[in-house]
T-cell receptor, first 115, second 115 residues
Framework: DAGVIQSPRHEVTEMGQEVTLRCKPI?????LFWYRQTMMRGLELLIY????????DSGMPEDRFSAKMPNASFSTLKIQPSEPRDSAVYFC?????????????FGPGTRLLVL | AQSVTQLDSHVSVSEGTPVLLRCNYS??????LFWYVQHPNKGLQLLLK??????LVKGINGFEAEFKKSETSFHLTKPSAHMSDAAEYFC?????????????FGKGTKLSVKP
């Protein structure tokens, strides 16, 4: 039974380049979350979707960040243009829904380094 | 507003001795609480969760946590540490209300296990 799948696992890019991170949630899960983890700020929720619809994007740092979920089995997080301060580990998580106590299952993360 | 405080950023124990990782929460409602573990360069894995059922919650790998409403605590314990328990542990509270489904993460406690 596959868990949450993220690609790529590692990404090194230069400042100003576009970066696209990909996520495949667990089949049957209706909610998808994007998080960012840094030493300074810990784990932060960026955006989450329910039934492919963005519910709350208040955690997205600025307009350079965008996320889409075109269907129930795929989501992307795009950074354009990228900056060195975007270097972090980006996690995708999915859950059955948004009910109280619902468990979120995390992917292995994408480690992004912007030079 | 909901929040969570992990009282120790780093805990060091010897193999075979008990583990105690402390967590206090703040919530206007009866909370859902979680403990996640993150091994180096890995994603987050759910250890256990409390969702207003039994106050003593048993999780994977011999861990358990007790919900104490009077103390607003949800400390994680294990009777005997194993080398493989060395990891970072996150206490998490679930938000209710307008952003239902969101998780608020503590800053993490890094557990070291000495041979």
């Amino acid at each position: 039974d596959a868990g949450v799948i993220q690609s790529p696992r590692h990404e090194v890019t230069e400042m100003g380049q576009e970066v696209t991170l990909r996520c495949k949630p667990i089949s049957g899960h209706n909610s998808l979350f994007w998080y960012r983890q840094t030493m300074m700020r810990g784990l932060e929720l960026l955006i989450y979707f329910n039934n492919n619809v963005p519910i709350d994007d208040s955690g997205m740092p600025e307009d350079r960040f965008s996320a889409k979920m075109p269907n129930a089995s795929f989501s992307t997080l795009k950074i354009q243009p990228s900056e060195p301060r975007d270097s972090a580990v980006y996690f995708c998580a999915s859950s059955l829904g948004l009910l109280a106590g619902e468990t979120q299952y995390f992917g292995p993360g994408t480690r992004l380094l912007v030079l | 507003a909901q929040s969570v405080t992990q009282l120790d950023s780093h805990v060091s124990v010897s193999e075979g001795t008990p583990v105690l990782l402390r967590c206090n929460y703040s919530s206007s409602y009866s909370p859902s609480l979680f403990w996640y573990v993150q091994h180096p360069n890995k994603g987050l894995q759910l250890l256990l969760k409390y969702t207003s059922a039994a106050t003593l919650v048993k999780g994977i790998n011999g861990f358990e946590a007790e919900f104490k409403k009077s103390e607003t605590s949800f400390h994680l314990t294990k009777p005997s540490a194993h080398m493989s328990d060395a990891a970072e542990y996150f206490c998490v509270v679930q938000i209710y209300g307008g952003s239902q489904g969101n998780l608020i993460f503590g800053k993490g406690t890094k557990l070291s296990v000495k041979p």
